[in-house]
């Protein structure tokens, strides 16, 4: 989950994506950055093939991406046709200060009772201070039946940090 990418270009040498620069992301820094931002954008494929970009809190357990998601959200229909998302975790506000990773993953229904549990608990401790007052009735049903969503990287994650760019 970790690691840098390496791409092939016209069938030469391996050679790493950001090669010019040098700007990816250690895995020390990775996990920093995952540990201290609970905020992504999980983006699906809407059946129009638009994709579909959203805001969501995220936790790591045992080197894991967790997201919990309402159980009639339309993320979940998409992903039903198309389990393969885009994970992004990134923070800095000017161009200079710039930093993410980015995972393209498959998105699968977490089943397991004690796992499910386990998420709802770890999101629950992460963000206690962001919850919101109680909700209203309707939009607490819908909050209240909701899905864990395992996001599982497919291939080593894109990774860049502009503070690293010497100008």
Do not use: C
């Not at 993953?105 to 004690?114: L, T």
């Not at 499910?116 to 309707?138: N, S």
Request: cysteine-free; glycine content about 8%.
């Amino acid at each position: 989950m970790l690691r840098s990418r390496t791409t092939r270009r016209g069938g030469g040498r391996p050679r790493r994506r950001d090669h010019a620069m040098g700007i990816s992301l250690s895995p020390e820094e990775l996990q920093e950055l995952f540990g201290t931002h609970g905020e992504a954008v999980l983006a699906t494929t809407a059946p129009s093939g638009a994709p579909l970009p959203l805001p969501v809190w995220y936790v790591v357990l045992r080197g894991e991406i967790y997201v919990r998601t309402p159980s009639r959200a339309k993320r979940l229909r998409h992903i039903a046709k198309d389990p393969t998302v885009g994970f992004l975790v990134h923070d800095g506000v000017r161009w200079s200060e710039l930093r993410g990773v980015l995972h393209t993953a498959n998105a699968e229904i977490v089943s397991d009772a004690g796992t499910v549990a386990e998420v709802e608990r770890a999101l629950a401790e992460r963000f206690a201070e962001r919850l919101p007052p109680p909700l209203p009735g309707p939009v607490a049903e819908r909050y209240d039946d909701s899905v864990v969503l395992r996001v599982v990287p497919l291939r080593e994650p894109v990774s860049w940090d502009n503070r690293k760019i010497r100008v």
